[in-house]
């Protein structure tokens, strides 16, 4: 079972910042991505920005320039720093987790964290 708790989020004004944090744990065997996806109101849910254990990172086109991932491996940890904020990055923004534990291989999610972005 893994287990993943998100902070951070919150209410910001356009050209604001926020950064947000997640934490894994439980019986991981292996971590091979981390990332952050986003669902806005009425839309899909996106990739944000991912990143691998080995530090290769995909960054959403919308959002490159703006935003970074980072991780701590042994911390099993990745934050995304949003800087200059916009109305439209509003979204609920969840933790991904690409692992292996000893009972399921695959995507684990976190419950979301609401990022406001409004003057």
């Known amino acids: 079972q893994v287990q993943l708790v998100e902070s951070g989020g919150g209410l910001v004004q356009p050209g604001g910042s926020l950064r947000l944090s997640c934490a894994a744990s439980g019986t991981i065997d292996r971590i091979y991505t981390m990332g952050w996806y986003r669902q806005a109101p009425g839309q899909r849910r996106e990739l944000v920005a991912t990143?691998?254990?080995?530090?290769?990172?995909t960054i959403s086109g919308s959002v490159e320039g703006r935003f970074t991932i980072s991780k701590d491996n042994t911390k099993k940890t990745v934050s995304l720093q949003m800087n200059r904020l916009k109305p439209e990055d509003t979204a609920v923004y969840f933790c991904n987790v690409n692992a292996r534990s000893r009972s399921f291989a695959g995507d684990y999610w976190g419950q979301g964290t609401q990022v406001t972005v409004s003057s």
């Open positions: 990143i691998t254990t080995g530090g290769s990172a």
